[in-house]
């Protein structure tokens, strides 16, 4: 088709086109019209004076906003693929394309300044794009939409009522696009769709399904990138206030985009910014964050992930700032067999009422956290586990990481056992195990008791490779670094430092309830127990404490002493260690302890299984 020079009358000639694409897309009830309609806009709604470019019939230009549009499209639509109506109007400076429960199937385009403002009684979809459409959605603004059909009832059907949805494999992309303050939900994606949001937003939408801000399922794919914001959606009475994800879906968010501000109002599953669940997964890069979630009722306000889920947190990314008001597991709630992945990243400051301010763990779940990955500044208001709590076979391997200024204060009950402030660093309990290694740090936390680690209910820990525990604070009870009570089981091996703890009484540890503590090849350092006796170790009458191959505890201070021990070896300088103990005070050599940074053990550290089958019987 040729194109001929346009001038100010070529915005009344092309817009008697209008009539035409109107007959035509009730006659024909298909895309047809759609697309006919399309290329008659960008061949004829040009710039006064300017020539319109040659191209073949249905083609669009490559971008559209180098054209200085002055005509806009009107198109409405059905829930099954027919148009009902179309028009088009003179509008200077853009193209404006507004589409009314419009389905497009098998269809490609580049869409320029869609509105779609304030537009109340829909019923489904404002925008569907569905079959082998590919498409992108520039400039645009869906905004202040509402829908009949939000009611419970609605809400929990097997589809919600969205302004964008996504199906059927379509491919479609968002560019500097708004979705916002909408009565229902923002986006629904599903069977195989992909959706890429570049420096868009999607804020500001209610709902009653999962996932107020964007529904993901089928197998479809998101990519969250380039500064762009999930942000302020509400899901009410239902989970996943900013995203909802399930059925193999995957979201990754990158490039400083940020989950932030959003609430879901559930008793069952959480997930205040996501929710995962049925083998879905997230990936979080690229400096992204997922910020100032709320969840009631429930835990995981940052993330929640069930049944199989899995994710990824990496290249500086953040959860920091969310609240599980009256629940456990602000920051990330990790449950039934799923696995997270935590390297170069950080979960922080982040608040639960109860249990696990940071993370928690259960149902056969695997931690990792790794290369410089930090858990720091979370609080437990009324539980355990102030940075960390991992409970009911949950499996957690810090290598390389920090748990720092974390808080449990206590009193309450939530996903943990007694619930009365231990753990601020880490709580680990009920068969759960608890891996610290290569130079990780448990430093500056604080609670009740136990306030590095409290590991209790036949539990497991192991310290190894050159790690600390230090300058933890237990304000009320026993164990400023570490409590292990409850038939618990640990290991602090390889070169590894308990130093500078501090508590109200019982010192740097303290064993009992038929626990097993093996000290092998580490230090004890300037603990102190302010009212009571075992400076470094405080062992119960039922426990067991073995300390061999040259450990080292010196500078430790208590009160008065009830402990006892066995020594294997090891030198020992006991601040006021009393003679019937039988221990002769040594000056230790503190080489070992100076030159931490630089050692490594040559022994290769046993596997958690092996270690509690064998070293420790």
Not at 262 to 288: E, F, P, Q, Y
Request: charged share 10%; net charge neutral; hydrophobic share 40%.
């Amino acid at each position: 088709m040729k194109g001929t020079a346009l001038h100010s009358g070529a915005v009344l000639r092309s817009c008697r086109f209008a009539t035409l694409a109107a007959v035509l897309c009730r006659s024909a009830h298909a895309m047809v019209g759609v697309i006919l309609l399309l290329c008659l806009l960008y061949h004829n709604c040009a710039p006064a004076g300017a020539a319109a470019t040659e191209r073949t019939a249905g083609q669009l230009p490559s971008d559209p906003g180098t054209e200085a549009a002055v005509c806009s499209c009107n198109i409405t639509g059905d829930s099954h693929g027919g148009i009902l109506a179309a028009d088009m109007k003179s509008q200077a400076g853009k193209v404006a394309i507004t589409v009314h429960e419009g389905l497009l199937v098998r269809f490609t385009a580049r869409f320029q300044g869609v509105e779609v403002i304030r537009d109340s009684g829909l019923q489904r979809c404002v925008m569907a794009f569905a079959g082998s459409t590919h498409a992108v959605l520039v400039n645009s603004t869906l905004q202040g939409l509402a829908a009949t059909a939000i009611s419970e009832a609605a809400g929990r059907s097997s589809t919600p009522v969205a302004v964008l949805c996504f199906f059927n494999s379509s491919r479609v992309q968002l560019q500097a696009t708004n979705v916002t303050s909408n009565a229902m939900h923002g986006m629904w994606v599903a069977d195989t769709a992909d959706v890429i949001l570049n420096a868009s937003r999607v804020a500001g939408n209610q709902g009653n399904h999962s996932g107020a801000g964007m529904s993901l399922y089928g197998s479809s794919r998101v990519l969250i990138t380039e500064s762009s914001t999930v942000a302020d959606n509400i899901c009410y009475n239902c989970t996943g206030g900013g995203v909802a994800l399930s059925d193999n879906a995957n979201l990754t968010v990158s490039g400083g985009s940020t989950i932030v501000n959003n609430t879901s109002h559930d008793a069952a599953a959480g997930g205040g910014g996501v929710l995962l669940m049925d083998i879905s997964s997230l990936v979080l890069r690229g400096g992204s964050g997922i910020v100032n979630n709320t969840s009631f009722h429930t835990g995981g306000a940052g993330v929640a992930a069930w049944g199989n889920a899995s994710m990824r947190i990496e290249e500086g990314s953040y959860v920091s700032g969310n609240q599980a008001i009256d629940g456990s597991c602000a920051g990330l709630a990790v449950r039934e067999n799923v696995s997270l992945f935590v390297t170069g990243a950080h979960v922080s400051s982040n608040t639960a009422h109860r249990d696990g301010g940071g993370i928690c763990a259960c149902g056969s779940s695997t931690i990792i956290l790794t290369a410089g990955s930090q858990v720091v500044g979370n609080v437990a208001i009324e539980g355990d586990g102030g940075g960390v709590a991992l409970v009911d076979v949950a499996r957690c391997d810090f290598s390389n990481a920090t748990i720092a200024n974390n808080t449990a204060v206590g009193h309450s009950v939530g996903v943990l056992s007694e619930h009365d402030g231990k753990g601020g660093g880490i709580a680990c309990y009920g068969n759960a195990s608890l891996s610290i290694s290569k130079g990780s740090r448990i430093v500056g936390n604080s609670a009740k008791s136990g306030s590095g680690i409290a590991v209790s209910y036949y539990a497991f820990v192991d310290v190894s490779g050159m790690s600390a525990l230090e300058g933890n604070v237990a304000v009320d009870r026993p164990g400023g670094g570490l409590r292990i009570d409850q038939n618990a089981k640990g290991f602090i091996r390889d070169h590894s430092l308990v130093r500078g703890n501090v508590a109200h009484n019982t010192g740097g540890a303290v064993v009992g309830g038929s626990a097993v503590l093996i000290v092998d090849g580490s230090f004890f350092v300037r603990n102190r127990a302010i009212n009571g006796g075992g400076g470094a170790i405080g062992i119960g009458s039922d426990a067991r404490v073995v300390v061999r191959n040259n450990s080292v505890l010196t500078g430790n201070s208590y009160s008065y002493s009830y402990s006892y021990s066995v020594w294997h070896g090891s030198a020992v300088q006991p601040a006021r260690e009393p003679e019937a103990h039988g221990v002769t005070e040594t000056k230790p050599s503190l080489a070992k302890i100076r030159s931490r940074s630089s050692k490594t053990s040559s022994s290769a550290p046993p596997s958690l299984q092996s270690t509690n089958s064998s070293a420790l019987s």
